[in-house]
């Protein structure tokens, strides 16, 4: 069946268009481009129906069981322009491979990567004149599938769309590095073992939001996670992965199955190993992260994800008692990561890993 998925393409007529935003207010998340990419799942014909349409609204039986039962999986990725407005992806064909294990996890359909990477790559060239081309800002997508069966009782949807939105997305340091104030938390956790925490499915979001509200409250950015059984083990800080250099090695908590496994998180392993720095995936606890800072051996802290790329940690908060993390400054090799990423992301540096996609 997905060998003969043909994408059909109807352009949103030239009046419909909208108006684009002002390149220096594009915030994240808050406009979206004129098209999407969208299609159907059914258990008689497969995924069917995909098209690169207008965007638009969906009409939804309110007993569709997403709203219900939160069958509901995304991802992230970016598309950028680069030098001589070349259009560029950064490992699409990773989050798309993430996007199947979800699915499996939450027993939805797999989708045909290697057609709904084409689909991707027509609907970012038909939408290019949407990609700001400011240093650091960036188009992003928002691939998505939800279960629209109109029925309920708790089992697998036998109906899905499957659907790709972008918006315009302005630097997320548009000022420089400002490293974060981080709010560690032992009263609520985000994954278990054995859940669903190593999937990007909307349910852990929904579950994160009061702890990031308290933090908010405290003056803080973001949460830092400890694992759900000891509530020690560092796992993930936000929607990001977590990197400390302690000494000379750059430490990250192992994918035991209650992390997201990030691409930016795999890509910062990668090409920091490819500078000879000693790159450990082990479990490290909230205790040892302290001593670490107490003694100074502690240089930085960052968290890794596709929206902010690198995230510099400035601070801790954990019971009350705040940790100023390498005083507060953007450490060297979290620069460095950073604007390595970054340049191999806009096609300005050597991409020896193989992990851009050219667009158009
Ligand atoms: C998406 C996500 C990440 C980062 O993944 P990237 O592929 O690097 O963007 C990390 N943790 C959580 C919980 C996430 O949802």
């Known amino acids: 069946m997905w060998k003969d998925l043909d994408i059909s393409v109807v352009r949103c007529d030239s009046e419909k268009r909208k108006d684009k935003p002002d390149q220096k207010n594009l915030g994240f998340g808050k406009f979206f481009t004129d098209h999407m990419f969208l ?29 219900h039962y939160g069958q509901a999986i995304f991802e992230g990725l970016k598309a950028y322009k680069g030098e001589n407005d070349q259009i560029y992806m950064f490992r699409p064909e990773d989050n798309l491979e993430r996007m199947n294990s979800s699915a499996l996890r939450m027993c939805m359909p797999r989708i045909p990567v290697d057609k709904v990477l084409k689909g991707i790559k027509a609907l970012v060239y038909l939408d290019r004149d949407w990609i700001p081309s400011g240093d650091g800002a960036t188009l992003y997508l928002r691939p998505t599938m939800v279960a629209v069966e109109p029925a309920l009782g708790v089992r697998p949807s036998s109906q899905y769309y499957f659907f790709v939105i972008m918006s ?11 490293p974060t104030k981080i709010w560690v938390t032992d009263k609520y956790v985000r994954a278990v073992k054995g ?27 973001q949460v830092l996670w400890l694992d759900a059984c000891e509530r020690k083990y560092i796992e993930e800080v936000g929607t990001s992965n977590i990197f400390f250099k302690i000494g000379e090695d750059l430490i990250t908590p192992p994918l035991n199955g209650s992390i997201l496994g990030g691409i930016t998180r795999d890509s910062v392993i990668q090409l ?30 960052f968290g890794s994800g596709t929206a902010a790329v690198i995230a510099p940690i400035g601070e801790l908060c ?43």
């Open 272 to 301: 920091a190993r490819s500078w000879g720095v000693n790159v450990i995936e082990k479990q490290i606890t909230i205790d040892e992260v302290l001593a670490a800072i107490e003694d100074g051996s502690l240089k930085e802290a």
């Open 318 to 360: 954990y019971q009350e008692k705040k940790h100023v993390v390498a005083d507060g400054k953007t450490g060297e090799l979290s620069q460095r990561l950073f604007d390595e990423l970054q340049a191999i992301q806009n096609g300005r540096q050597d991409d020896p890993f193989k992990w851009i996609v050219r667009v158009g």
């Open 39 to 67: 299609m159907k799942w059914d258990r008689e014909n497969g995924w069917h129906n995909a098209e690169i349409c207008p965007y638009q609204n969906f009409s939804m039986d309110p007993a569709a069981m997403v709203y």
């Open 195 to 221: 859940g669903v925490g190593h999937v990007k499915t909307a349910g852990n979001y929904a579950a994160s939001i009061m702890a990031a509200e308290e933090a908010h409250r405290a003056g803080y950015t």
């Open 168 to 178: 315009p997305v302005g630097a997320y340091y548009a000022e420089g590095f400002n």
